[in-house]
């Protein structure tokens, strides 16, 4: 059964020194005020192979990419403004499977993807496979809002962003040492052709450094952030390295609109993450949002019906973060654990990454 929340922690501003104490669980916003609500990746994140004071790094990170939101929110900002600036925060972080934490594919390269919608319009901006363009969401966004397309691809994507005064970076700006020996040790596994270290990457240390978390955390991690603002628009954003090791070009889910990236002021916006496969297939941002436009179900009890029982019978694993118009506010996800965090105005963040936790 899908994990639910009962009880949640609360991370101040300050984040990396703060306090942890037990707050109600805010699931529906009130009219008229913002809410954000965001995921870093779901996967095997447990508590047995994450070290305080790395769980408090992850707990500051998405405290900060949450509240980087709420700025824009909070001077009257639109919902897509929002979500692109939260979701800047986590491609900057290297904690996180997106922009500078991006796994590795299997030819040691960081291909990103990321997606937008604008709830309100419909329109909404993805890319695959960008190589240079350091902020992938920023890409997304420009291509909703500077382009006649919705989707582009590679080196095309990446000659848009410079086109449009996108800042662009050397590929060695997205290599990272965890990153780079999780693919490694993945590859030694499964007695696959270990790539040339990447050209640029800073000199290999004497030993390798110490495995951080679990090795199954952010292989297929993903980020995203849904908003409404106090307008009442609904957006939602997704941005991701992809799945580690991944070949011949493969795209998951994150870049997709339906898939693991939805929003409409009609029913709901949504952010998916997990084994991309299974989420294009069962088209579960979409999907999500239908139950709750056509059969008038909870926010909740849409994402339990498709994430606890669809996803989970076709034994694909993930979860998704979820917002609607009027302020209900949901998560649900089938793994040991899912970053995750929300915000309502006025109030304080509610955030979770174990199982065990709301």
Not at 201 to 216: R, S, T, V
Request: glycine share 12%; net charge neutral.
């Amino acid at each position: 059964m899908l994990n639910r929340c009962l009880l949640t922690v609360c991370i101040s501003v300050a984040g990396l020194a703060s306090a942890q104490q037990p707050v109600a669980l805010i699931t529906q916003a009130p009219a008229g005020k913002w809410a954000v609500v965001m995921h870093g990746g779901a996967g095997v994140i447990e508590r047995s192979s994450m070290t305080p004071e790395r769980d408090l790094a992850y707990r500051a990170g998405m405290d900060a990419a949450i509240h980087a939101a709420a700025k824009v929110l909070d001077a009257n900002g639109t919902a897509v403004n929002a979500v692109e600036a939260g979701l800047q925060v986590l491609e900057d972080n290297p904690l996180f499977n997106a922009g500078k934490g991006a796994v590795f594919t299997a030819d040691g390269r960081n291909e990103l993807d990321a997606a937008i919608m604008d709830g309100k319009t419909m329109k909404a901006g993805t890319v695959a496979g960008v190589t240079r363009t350091k902020n992938p969401i920023s890409l997304a966004k420009a291509v909703m809002e500077k382009s006649q397309f919705v989707m582009l691809s590679g080196s095309g994507a990446d000659q848009f962003a410079a086109s449009v005064g996108l800042a662009q970076v050397d590929p060695s700006y997205f290599f990272t040492e965890a990153r780079w020996e999780s693919l490694v040790r993945q590859l030694k596994e499964e007695g696959r052709p270990i790539p040339p270290r990447p050209a640029g990457a800073p000199p290999a240390p004497e030993k390798p450094i110490a495995q951080l978390e679990g090795p199954d955390a952010h292989r297929w991690g993903t980020t995203g952030i849904v908003v409404r603002d106090r307008a009442g628009n609904i957006a939602a954003g997704t941005t991701t390295g992809g799945t580690q090791a991944k070949r011949f070009g493969r795209i998951g889910d994150s870049p997709i609109i339906g898939a693991g990236t939805y929003a409409s002021n009609q029913s709901c916006g949504v952010s998916a993450t997990g084994i991309g496969e299974y989420f294009i297939r069962l088209t579960v941002a979409r999907t999500i949002c239908a139950l709750v436009e056509y059969k008038g179900m909870r926010l909740q009890a849409a994402i339990d019906e498709v994430i606890g029982g669809q996803l989970t019978a076709m034994k694909g694993d993930g979860g998704a973060i979820a917002m609607t118009p009027n302020g209900q506010i949901a998560w649900g996800f089938n793994t040991p654990g899912m970053f995750r965090a929300r915000l309502v105005e006025g109030g304080a963040v509610q955030m979770g990454i174990y199982k065990d936790e709301p």
